[in-house]
């Protein structure tokens, strides 16, 4: 059956720059804002949106991204026709390969999206954490009969030589794009979502394939090769809180700005929940000795010592006397008596033994402590 | 191995408890934070590997048809196996409260048709972690007809009013049921084990019978014909028949001890979970000796309280020793003290309530104080 809209996710990344927090985790897998994990946004902007037919493409790590999406229920994407559907690289006719870049992993996967069949194919990062209702981009798209459409974000203009900079006409048709500019004319970056007519993608696609000097990117590539050919981009403006999670400090910052009063992400919005693989835990305990300040604690938490500013994932463990501020505690890690914990990231299973002493509170780095890490008490870790 | 049919008999008197039921039975009466009373008797089910569980409801069944979804929060939304809902079919007299033989008669056909060669029946506010397979080992270890389950307490404890007891002769066989009043220090967990060949058996004998007949009557008249074993669980109980047990039990879950008691890595309670956010503590939130669900947001003080999912505590409210129950707030300056509050209701600004241990104050759902 014909689909209108198809959404890709692309969650195959290396997760290169959080290597320290976990070397074997696929980028989209790792926990944020205590109970979630990255993919859950993005998977949670199409279940609300009204999308239910998802692939998504997976190469670096994809075990625990694998079994943490199953067949999709918690997004209630377990669909009769369409769901969710993981799109590893698979061996065809002519031999298999990786996936080269974000265009070729969606080139490889042709057969899939002409199975589904779409008018639309919408083309997600799995990595991004932001609420957006991908419906109004559709509209707007249909509205300008947009062939590709590309969601931008105003950033500081001092940042924006970070990002793709679109610069577009007043009825938002884009006329240029920057790719990462010395000198951006503009504050109009790209988030890396955007919404093709798959006749005209797939058509562009075919031809970047041919191409051996190119590197397969939708942003190098795909995008440039459009606007070159006279295809009529627009550009759609969203607004609110978006963030890219790809370093330790902006993993850390991420979790810090959900703690912020009136945070834009809101995760309490019950208009656009965030959906995910919730934890079989009973309530968290506080118990009468401790202090929680102006933090986020989930299920099976057990609170014993002071934890202030602080994100904690489900089953964490505070001992008696531990202190713990501007930290990010991944699942069911254990802290035990008197240890002290400023601006860090702990991650998951981690047991960390009396009267250690992690992080500097006055510095302006981020104390990373791996997975499954085992501190011998009275370790002084920065 | 999957020999047991599971049975949950919801046969629960609730005239102690009717705040609380209005709406519900006493099995979807939420408990610990985030589950319902029923979840503990299906955890048990399927934590004991028996994945086919007959459920006898009485009225008043849509929250727990809600709740239920199909079994799937306990892994028996299956294809052969899994949960069934038997709800009671018109009750022609309708001023009469029917027995639970008469209830389960009503669909005899289909624990007829099932292969399980045994049966365990069980209520739901009996709230314990029992593994039932361990009950059959001693059933057929003591070749017992029928095993009947109880918990040994002191005898000066203060809990299981109403309930009954079984006295148990020197070997260890059930020799009588004890009615309520008359306490004595065997409570009878209302669980029972046989061969369901049995148990039709005992149902199809009291066809002629009057229509509100009990099952466990129905058993003990056989105390001197069958064996009757007593088995003895010896793990955490209590009984949700009252306010005042709901009230007291709920806030001894605030200790370390009867938590570890009640929930344990190896047993895990499974309960249908909604999609909360973690819980929320603001700046000048103080919250003490208390268990929270997810979604909550604190900006007042709290202590020794049981609360659940989204639960709103506006700055400069005090909460102490009451139980909040799913999308409850608590306004700027209101004072609670002893209160349970039901499902979305909220106390006004200032408002000051307070109740005592053993008479709470009761809020109902959706109310407005």
């Not at chain 1, 994990?37 to 991204?65: H, K, M, W, Y």
């Not at chain 2, 408990?31 to 086919?52: E, Q, T, W």
């Not at chain 2, 593994?131 to 299981?160: C, G, P, W």
């Not at chain 2, 466990?216 to 949700?240: M, P, Q, R, S």
């Amino acid at each position: 059956m014909a689909k209108e809209v198809l959404a890709l996710i692309l969650a195959g990344g290396q997760s290169t720059r959080l290597g320290t927090l976990n070397k074997k985790l696929a980028k989209p897998a790792f926990t944020f804002g205590g109970k979630y994990r990255i993919i859950d946004f993005t998977l949670s902007n199409c279940a609300n949106s009204d999308i239910n037919t998802v692939g998504v493409l997976t190469q670096f790590e994809p075990l625990v991204l694998n079994s943490y999406i199953g067949i999709g229920r918690p997004w209630d994407l377990d669909r009769k026709d369409g769901g969710v559907n993981i799109l590893p690289p698979y061996l065809k006719e002519k031999g298999g390969e990786w996936y080269k870049g974000t265009a070729n992993a969606v080139y490889q996967n042709m057969d899939y999206i002409d199975m589904q069949n779409p008018k639309y194919v919408l083309v997600l990062s799995g990595d991004h954490i932001y609420k957006m209702d991908y419906a109004k981009m559709i509209d707007f798209h249909k509205e300008k009969e947009s062939e590709a459409t590309i969601t931008v974000i105003k950033v500081p203009l001092k940042e924006a030589s970070r990002f793709g900079i679109m610069n577009t006409r007043e009825d938002n048709s884009i006329y240029e794009f920057d790719e990462k500019p010395e000198q951006p004319k503009n504050d109009l970056a790209s988030m890396g979502v955007y919404l093709f007519n798959w006749e005209i993608l797939k058509k562009y696609l075919a031809e970047d394939d041919k191409n051996k000097s190119s590197s397969h990117d939708f942003g190098k590539n795909i995008i440039p090769a459009m606007l070159g050919a006279g295809v009529k981009l627009y550009a759609y403006p969203f607004k609110g809180y978006w963030k890219d999670v790809g370093t330790i400090e902006s993993l850390w910052q991420a979790n810090m700005d959900l703690l912020k009063i009136d945070n834009e992400l809101n995760l309490f919005d019950k208009d656009w929940k965030i959906y995910s693989v919730n934890p079989l835990q009973p309530p968290q305990y506080v118990s009468r000795e401790s202090k929680v300040v102006n933090s986020m604690i989930s299920e099976g938490c057990k609170i014993f010592g002071t934890v202030v500013n602080s994100v904690l994932s489900p089953g964490v463990q505070i001992g008696k006397g531990v202190y713990v501020s501007d930290t990010v505690i991944m699942r069911n890690a254990i802290i035990r008596e008197n240890t002290i914990i400023h601006r860090s990231i702990i991650g998951s299973r981690c047991e960390i033994n009396e009267e250690c002493s992690i992080g500097k509170e006055d510095s302006s780095n981020i104390t990373v402590v791996p997975y499954d890490y085992f501190m011998e008490g009275g370790t002084v870790y920065e | 191995m999957n020999n047991i049919l599971g049975v949950i008999n919801l046969n629960e008197k609730e005239d102690k408890i009717h705040e609380l039921t209005y709406n519900r039975p006493i099995a979807s009466i939420p408990f610990a934070g985030r589950y319902r009373i029923i979840d503990f008797a299906l955890s048990n089910m399927v934590n004991s590997k028996i994945d086919k569980v007959f459920m006898f409801t009485r009225n008043k069944y849509r929250s727990l048809v809600d709740h239920i979804e199909h079994g799937r929060p306990w892994d028996l939304d299956r294809k052969n196996e899994g949960l069934f809902m038997f709800n009671p079919l018109i009750n022609y007299y309708s001023n009469v409260r029917r027995g639970d033989m008469d209830i389960i008669r009503d669909y005899l056909d289909y624990i007829f048709y099932t292969k399980e060669e045994y049966i365990i029946i069980c209520p739901s506010n009996m709230i314990c972690t029992i593994n039932f397979r361990d009950v059959l080992k001693k059933h057929l270890e003591k070749k017992a007809d029928i095993t009947v389950v109880y918990k040994n307490i002191k005898e000066s404890d203060e809990m299981f009013e109403d309930c009954d007891s079984i006295a148990i002769d020197e070997d260890g066989m059930a020799i009588d049921l004890i009615r309520k009043k008359k306490r004595h220090n065997n409570v009878f967990m209302e669980t029972f084990l046989m061969k369901r060949k049995l148990f039709i058996d005992l149902l199809n004998k009291k066809i002629l019978g009057a229509d509100h007949d009990l099952f466990k009557d129905t058993v003990f008249e056989l105390k001197n014909n069958k064996n009757i074993y007593a088995y003895e669980y010896k793990g955490y109980l209590v009984c949700i028949n009252s306010i005042k047990e709901y009230f007291g039990r709920s806030l001894d879950l605030l200790s370390e001890d009867t938590m570890n008691n009640l929930f344990h890595q190896t047993w895990p309670i499974f309960t249908k979970v909604k999609d909360e956010p973690p819980t929320k503590y603001q700046k000048n939130a103080v919250v003490e000796n208390c268990l929270l669900a997810g979604g909550c947001c604190i900006e007042g003080e709290v202590y020794d309280s049981v609360f659940f999912r989204r639960v709103n505590i506006h700055d400069t409210a005090s909460v102490k020793s009451c139980i909040l129950m799913q999308n409850t707030t608590v306004e700027q300056g209101a004072v609670l003290e002893y209160a349970i509050l039901d499902k979305n209701s909220r106390v006004s600004k200032n408002m000051v309530l307070k109740g005592t241990m053993d008479n709470p104050i009761v809020i109902e759902k959706g109310q407005v104080i």
